[in-house]
């Protein structure tokens, strides 16, 4: 059994490793590269997304090619604050509490130690969090762990099997493959934040959590009632960029109303709603590991997608 899931996660390994590093990956990224290395500037502009039919929300496509300092502002679709209808948070979420006026973005980023104090208080409060019933079945509520000064920072749906019970996100078979995608970037684990939109581990059958194929995505509700947890994270650490995995996470922290084809690929300016971000964040999304897993064609589109930020970063990847 144990041999098995090594011999799995190995050929993984190297499927992964062979699209990135022959045909799917490198080749998609090659014209973006080759025009960048033609005008001696930054990479060619991408065809722009159209807006889906019937989009009633509004937001401008930036041009991926600027440097994000002038990048023109996408009207940003903030998520809805309010609770669900019938939700069963047992305390009110975080508001929109007015905010103090914004001074500058150096006096309002927290330092290193203040960044690791408050993310450790804020892990204590989830851990003991009751405010939806995921609260009564997790084993281990999974706040999230990683660099606090990260310039990146990854945000899954929340916690599987493997997470529930190692109290540590993305540890599981679609955590193998983050990791790698980390590592493919050019980074590693202990350099960036990896944290999930809901801290407990969602069950289809919360009776018998020693099932196995039990997890499933956190609904309306438990979204609602975890929001302030990852919106305060985000606010701490303050990454240049945040990497939203899979439509769960890309529609709670980008907008509600479309899917993660329409949302993916493009960076959009981060606005929460219980927090103001010290300084601007830009958050991408792209798909989520373990649908990777499930459909390693869509690998060459999320390797598109990561390189957006690591063009951005400057960031050469992995070397051969
Ligand atoms: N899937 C997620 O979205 N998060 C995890 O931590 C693990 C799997």
């Not at 098995?4 to 190995?10: F, I, N």
């Not at 975890?226 to 907008?255: D, F, H, T, W």
């Amino acid at each position: 059994m144990a041999n098995d899931s090594l011999r799995r996660l190995a050929s993984d390994f190297k499927t992964f490793l062979a699209a990135q590093d022959e045909d799917e990956f490198v080749s998609a990224a090659a014209p973006l590269r080759a025009a960048a290395a033609v005008s001696g500037g930054e990479p060619a502009p991408k065809p722009l997304p159209k807006m889906p039919e019937g989009e009633t929300l509004t937001v401008e496509f930036p041009r991926a090619d600027l440097p994000v300092a002038e990048k023109p502002s996408p009207t940003v679709l903030a998520p809805s604050a309010a609770p669900m209808a019938g939700q069963a948070c047992s305390a009110a979420p975080a508001g929109n509490t007015p905010q103090p006026a914004p001074s500058t973005a150096n006096e309002l980023l927290m330092n290193t130690a203040q960044k690791t104090a408050a993310l450790a208080e804020l892990a204590e409060t989830i851990k003991t969090c009751t405010r939806c019933p995921l609260g009564a079945t997790r084993l281990n509520a999974v706040p999230g762990e990683g660099n606090v000064d990260a310039e990146v920072m990854f945000v899954g749906e929340g916690p599987g099997f493997d997470e529930d019970r190692q109290g540590r996100p993305f540890v599981g078979r679609a955590g193998q493959l983050l990791d790698k995608m980390i590592v493919a970037m050019g980074l590693t684990r202990e350099q960036v934040f990896i944290a999930n939109i809901a801290k407990c581990h969602p069950m289809t059958d919360p009776l018998h959590p020693e099932k196995h194929g039990n997890d499933r995505a956190p609904n309306a509700e438990e979204i609602a009632c975890c929001r302030k947890y990852i919106e305060k994270q985000i606010s701490i650490i303050c990454p240049k960029y945040v990497v939203a995995l899979g439509g769960v996470a890309a529609k709670a922290l980008i907008a509600d109303a479309k899917s993660l084809g329409a949302l993916r690929g493009q960076f959009y300016d981060l606005h929460l709603d219980s927090v103001t971000l010290p300084r601007p964040v830009k958050i991408l999304a792209t798909f989520h590991p373990a649908a990777l897993l499930r459909n390693p064609g869509w690998k060459k589109d999320a390797w598109t997608d990561l390189q957006m930020v690591m063009d951005q970063l400057g960031l050469q990847g992995a070397r051969k």
